[in-house]
T-cell receptor, first 115, second 116 residues
């Protein structure tokens, strides 16, 4: 059974700092990994999707890396801003094939960027 | 392109009552998902549709939860009767393909259910 762990559970940083969020998963046989952002009371916004054959993806100030063999991914946020404050969720897609694909989520990291 | 729409946004009911949630996926998306997100947890998949057929409902509490996707577009999720532990945010998501490698999911704003 796939399990996804995110560390830390919460993080508070001053504005302008670079930061790293961590995600680990127990079964390395994944198809892809997706990072989401969730604002309070809102749905999930997809930030980056990394296919299993890729090592990293970049979008603006965000960079996500994937080390499938070790079951790890990191989300790097450069020059953090108060508007980055949200919960960041990591999810992996895995399964045995056919229709048996599941997206398994971690519990998220609550990020607060202080002005 | 319009996103995934859900209604209502908020619902408060008493235990043992019934409730229904509605979802309209992104136009053309064949795959639709319902997730339950309890406070402080990540979303948990309840049911997955491909067009109007159920692909996976292994984590759906079928004694009280039901879902349908008539005509392969809109979907409704129903809880009858509700329990206190059903208090959560119910998220709907859609994707254009069941193919795992290209399956980016897009989420709606969710329905926050409070059971008193």
């Amino acid at each position: 059974k796939q399990e996804v762990t995110q560390i830390p559970a919460a993080l508070s940083v001053p504005e302008g700092e670079n930061l790293v969020l961590n995600c680990s998963f127990t079964d390395s046989a994944i198809y892809n990994l997706q990072w989401f952002r969730q604002d309070p009371g809102k749905g999930l916004t997809s930030l980056l999707l990394i296919q299993s054959s890729q090592r990293e993806q970049t979008s603006g100030r965000l960079n996500a890396s994937l080390d499938k063999s070790s079951g790890r991914s990191t989300l790097y946020i450069a020059a953090s801003q108060p508007g980055d404050s949200a919960t960041y969720l990591c999810a992996v897609r895995s399964g045995s094939g056919g229709s048996n694909y599941k997206l398994t989520f971690g519990k998220g990291t609550l990020l607060t960027v202080n002005p | 392109e319009a996103g995934v729409a859900q209604s209502p946004r908020y619902k408060i009911i008493e235990k043992r009552q019934s409730v229904a949630f509605w979802c309209n996926p992104i136009s053309g998306h064949a795959t639709l998902y319902w997730y339950q997100q309890i406070l402080g947890q990540g979303p948990k998949l309840l049911i997955q549709f491909q067009n109007n057929g159920v692909v996976d409902d292994s984590q759906l509490p079928k004694d009280r939860f039901s879902a349908e996707r008539l005509k392969g577009v809109d979907s409704t999720l129903k809880i009858q009767p509700a329990k206190l532990e059903d208090s959560a945010v119910y998220l709907c998501a859609s994707s254009s393909s069941l193919r795992a490698s290209y399956n980016e999911q897009f989420f709606g704003p969710g329905t926050r259910l409070t059971v008193l």
